[in-house]
């Protein structure tokens, strides 16, 4: 690893002071993921910034309704805090999807919304686009890409792999940004971005920029949740594809509903068209058929990995109708 | 005996409940059983050993063989233990060193088969030494001594003898030191083994959760069931990592392996390890064989039969990664996998 320095500040302000530098610096949480890709030379900063002394720890509620989480809240503190599940129980589930006990414990929820993308070319120090070269290694006709995108791929076919932000997406929560010009308040869906804007980040803070925290409006608490995240083993993976939908019925009608799915494209993708396809509809299976068919129109296969159609396809017809997930009765590890 | 361990297995397991290829209930999760059988050869020959008896009774074995974590230095303590009357706490094992005797390399399940039969031989030698001490102190032949329960007597009558601990101050400053090896008679080759397997199969998206495996298995005589079982869930777990995890994914435009880490090329968790049930077999007739390889022959067709009989699709490659599931039931859906 580089020789870099380490910067503890105790105020946002400093925070964002101390990474206004000459060089790279970067702003660090549980570590979970930049320490890995220091140590795997794909990131080499010249200065580290503690952001857990800087950013809010807390959950608050805040005064209209809703919760305020700090961005260097736990993942393990957001997993048990008794007002988050509930009210949004898709926070709670998601959360305690992530990784494992080790990596809950050590990572913040900025930091699970920030992450970098998994792309195994690129983790492993490829020069591709995302790493500021010219190819797509995953993207070539024999490349092994059964973990990347199926939709809005530009160049770049690298995912998003964090669990808790389609859940974020999907209470239509709002991000709370330092930047050098004060603050800004943007809504999560804004917060990602694909190749197309950028395609080495997955986020939209510049550098020198902070995530603070993230607002999550009271519109839907207590709706009825759906998550589900599909991984290949049944602990420490990152999703294969992941659903999350807040659904409001009025008698059997789908009142209001916001949906969105990860690990399909560069950026979490709130799913527009299928929420206005079906407010109004009842809530039954042929929805949650047509919800999934809709879903999945315009999606593109690489060459390994068309299973991500049927697989979308299932988790957003699951997560429309309602239907509890699947439950695995008798295995008994559960 | 393939076919009197099917009838066994699939009794204990429950066979007869299941289903047609195809689980016919509605929803998303479907079960289904599979079974599939093995052979191994085993066996292993060639060992030598030494054994050193002192004359304030302590016991040591010498043999160059090596512990990967099989537990051989336990067997090696016990088997020489046993013969000389001991328990187990008065025998030191020696292993791991090749100023020690020669002995085999610890692969194809031929350590236990190998090593044993010099440890028993080489340690009734060291026995007959000791009774040439102690038969004219007690004014008997030394032919009709045994060694048992700590005491070295004249067979069949405890009380005519002596405890181990005065039987061996009857050496003298020069201790009991004996070579010996790996004869014919103690040991043969050839185990079998059936296993069924149990899996939850969600059609939708592909994941597979085994629920449980039985197994019924062989290995001639079982020197410590303790260690065999052992033997035989680590085998198993192997084998299941080898039909759902396992995989060396390579690039094909250059040759590079592209998951070459732990995070993902992927092995079992705890949460992915099943029910595992052993029904093992004891031959005492045969002698050693081993164990170590033979339970991770059919665990993954076990499993793979299992999902077939689930869902009706047909799976042609391991592992049972949730994409290649998904994509073989969607196959099977649009008209078949051939």
Known sequence: VKAFAYVNPTSEKDAVAALKIDGVAMPIGGGQDILARMKDYITQPDRIVNIKNALDTTIVAMPGGGLKIGAAVKIVDLMAHAQVRRLYPAITE???????PQIRNQGTVGGN??????CWYYRAGWPCYRAGGNICYADTPDGRNREHAILHAQRCV??????????LIALDARFVLQTAKGERVISAEDYFVGPDIDITRLNILRPGDLLSSIRIPPMWAGARFYFEKIRDRAVWDFPLLNVASAMTLSGDRIERIRIAVNAVAARPLRLAAVERAVTGKANSAATGEMAGNLAVQGAVPLQFNSYKIPLMRNLVKRAVAGEQEATWTSYSGQ | MWRSYLETGAKVFGWDKRHATGDAQSGPIKTGMGCSVHQWGGGGRGSRAHVDIMSDGSVVVKVGTQDLGTGIRTIVTMVAAETLGLPVSAV???IGDTNYPFSGGSGGSTTTAGVTPAIRWTSGKALDALAAKVGPALGVDPETLVATNGRVHVKGTPAKGLAWKDACKLIGTEPIS???EWGDGLSSTGTSGVQFSEVDVDIETGIVKVKRILTVQDCGLVVDKLLAESQIYGGIIGSL????????????????????????????????????DIMLMNQPERGVIGIGEPPTVSTASAIATAVRNATGATIRSLPLHPHRVLQAIEQEKAGGTL
């Open chain 1, 94 to 100: 998601a959360a305690g999807l992530i990784g494992t």
């Open chain 1, 113 to 118: 919304v920030s992450q970098d993308a998994r």
């Open chain 2, 241 to 276: 990592n080898f039909a759902m995890f396992e995989d060396r994914i390579l690039d094909r435009n250059t040759g590079q392996m592209v998951n070459p880490n732990m995070e993902m090329y992927l092995l079992a968790g705890m949460s992915d390890i099943p029910k595992i």
């Open chain 1, 158 to 167: 690298a995912v998003n792999p964090s669990d808790t932000a389609p859940a």
């Open chain 2, 178 to 180: 004996v070579d010996g």
């Open chain 2, 92 to 94: 030191k094992a020696e």
